[in-house]
Antibody, heavy 119, light 110 residues
Framework: QVLLVESGGGVVQPGRSLRLSCVAS????????MHWVRQAPGKGLEWMAV????????YYADSVKGRFTISRDNSENTLYLQMDSLRTEDTAVYYC????????????WGQGSLVTVSS | QSALTQPASVSGSPGQSITISCTGT?????????VSWYQQHPGKAPKLLIY???NRPSGLSDRFSGSKSGNTASLTISGLQAEDEADYYC??????????FGTGTKVTVL
């Protein structure tokens, strides 16, 4: 079955960096675009970034452009989110999600990884 | 990249039908038939309910239906059940190849 498992979350000070990972299994990872979506405590979903199936195209939300970098390693079935210059407002649960064959919707989601930015 | 606008809350009695609206612009909801809807229970990951405006994933109850008119998409839940109490989010593809979510709607079953 399709499984997405995020890791790498934790507590980090403002201005520092953190890298999230999302390990995929149960499907051919290299065939699918992948996304990161976050949810601040008690708030709604916020789309963060997308990477194409081969890593050649990447798009970001304005709120993280220039600070966050999405990448993937298809040989390791792993999606990454490098988060630099973290701010307190980046505190959230971060989900990775699979996009179904370029159809612009998220058919599978991970369980989420909590990132807390605090001094 | 402003969030799509949804009502903060909608409520209904068991068996009733409710509709949640999702208003965007011609650069997102109105410009593409790439609107999807997600249900999220507390502490859980979102779950896909509707894709491409009105299509349901295989196995999903036909009590959930979607539609779109102009810049506004809608999700209707018919025969409301206690288990439908959750948060609901719309999402759309945008003209800049990004995605955007709605502000979210809390559904309460009275």
């Amino acid at each position: 079955q399709v499984l997405l498992v995020e890791s790498g979350g934790g507590v980090v000070q403002p201005g520092r960096s953190l890298r999230l990972s999302c390990v995929a299994s149960g499907f051919t990872f290299s065939h699918y675009a992948m996304h990161w979506v976050r949810q601040a405590p008690g708030k709604g979903l916020e789309w963060m970034a997308v990477i194409s199936y081969d890593g050649s195209k990447k798009y970001y939300a304005d709120s993280v452009k220039g600070r966050f970098t999405i990448s993937r390693d298809n040989s390791e079935n792993t999606l990454y989110l490098q988060m630099d210059s973290l701010r307190t407002e980046d505190t959230a649960v971060y989900y990775c999600a699979r996009e179904y064959y370029g159809r612009e919707y998220f058919d599978y989601w991970g369980q989420g990884s909590l990132v807390t930015v605090s001094s | 990249q402003s969030a799509l606008t949804q009502p903060a809350s909608v409520s209904g009695s068991p068996g009733q039908s409710i509709t949640i609206s999702c208003t965007g612009t011609s650069s997102d909801v109105g410009g593409y038939d790439y609107v999807s809807w997600y249900q999220q229970h507390p502490g859980k990951a979102p779950k896909l309910l509707i894709y491409d405006v009105s299509n349901r994933p295989s196995g999903l109850s036909d009590r959930f239906s979607g539609s779109k008119s102009g810049n506004t998409a809608s999700l209707t839940i018919s025969g409301l059940q206690a288990e439908d109490e959750a948060d609901y989010y719309c999402s759309s593809y945008t003209s800049t190849s990004t995605r955007v979510f709605g502000t979210g709607t809390k559904v309460t079953v009275l």
